[in-house]
Structures are given as structure tokens and as C-alpha cells.
Nanobody, 125 residues
Framework: QERLVESGGGSVQSGGSLRLSCVTSQSRIKDKCMAWFRQTPGKGRGGVASIDRWGSTEYADSVKGRFTITQDSAKTTLYLQMNSLQPEDTAMYYC???????????????????WGQGTQVTVSS
């Protein structure tokens, strides 16, 4: 059973930075689409950023130029560097893996079937 564990969330002031990490439990998932999603109370999960097996990335318009998704060389840890954070970035952040795709990674919740437990990010003005 694949398992994802996120960390790195916290509380920061507007303009600050955080780096989220997501550690995967099994090496066989390392060449799959991986992504970060976020969710606020009462809303569904929205895609933030994705990365495919070749390192190609996609970003939601709201985070382009501020957030960067990367992986370590072993592809067992996913990162999300978040700069210039704003109050509207406040959310629970989840990492996810698509066991059925390794490229053309979508920022759509239904495309991913392994999820972490989430890490809270709170940005104050």
C-alpha cells in the first residue's frame, strides 16, 4: 500500500515562504505523475502544481511565478517551495500520486488515487 506523508506546513505572514515536503513509501511510484492540491473548508481540492516523470511541470494560474514543484533525485520526495505567500493561499495542502499516468499530468482531483493526510498552511495579513 502506497503511503504519502506531508510536512512543512505552518503559519507565516503575508510575503513569507514555506517549503512543503511529501515522502513516498515505495520506489515503484517514483515515475508517476505527482501533484500538490489544496483545500479550504467547504470547497473541493484544487490543483496547485504537478510534475511528470521527466520533470515537466504545470501550475495553477494563481501560483505561477510564486510556487515551485520539484522532486529529489531519487524521486521519493516531492517538494513545493512557496514564496510570496498571500492570505488566499491559506489551505490544507495535500500531495498526490496518479498510479495510471506518468506524463500529461492533470491538475484535477479525479486523476490522482493516492493521497497524503495533508499539512495546514496559514498565511496572515
Amino acid at each position: 500500500q502506497e503511503r504519502l506523508v506531508e510536512s512543512g506546513g505552518g503559519s507565516v505572514q503575508s510575503g513569507g515562504s514555506l517549503r512543503l515536503s511529501c515522502v513516498t513509501s515505495q520506489s515503484r511510484i517514483k515515475d508517476k505523475c505527482m501533484a500538490w492540491f489544496r483545500q479550504t473548508p467547504g470547497k473541493g481540492r484544487g490543483g496547485v502544481a504537478s510534475i511528470d516523470r521527466w520533470g515537466s511541470t504545470e501550475y495553477a494560474d494563481s501560483v505561477k511565478g510564486r510556487f515551485t514543484i520539484t522532486q529529489d533525485s531519487a524521486k521519493t520526495t516531492l517538494y513545493l517551495q512557496m514564496n510570496s505567500l498571500q492570505p488566499e493561499d491559506t489551505a490544507m495542502y495535500y500531495c498526490a500520486i496518479s498510479m495510471s499516468r506518468d506524463w500529461g499530468c492533470l491538475l484535477l482531483e479525479y486523476s490522482y488515487n493516492v493521497w497524503g493526510q495533508g499539512t495546514q498552511v496559514t498565511v496572515s495579513s
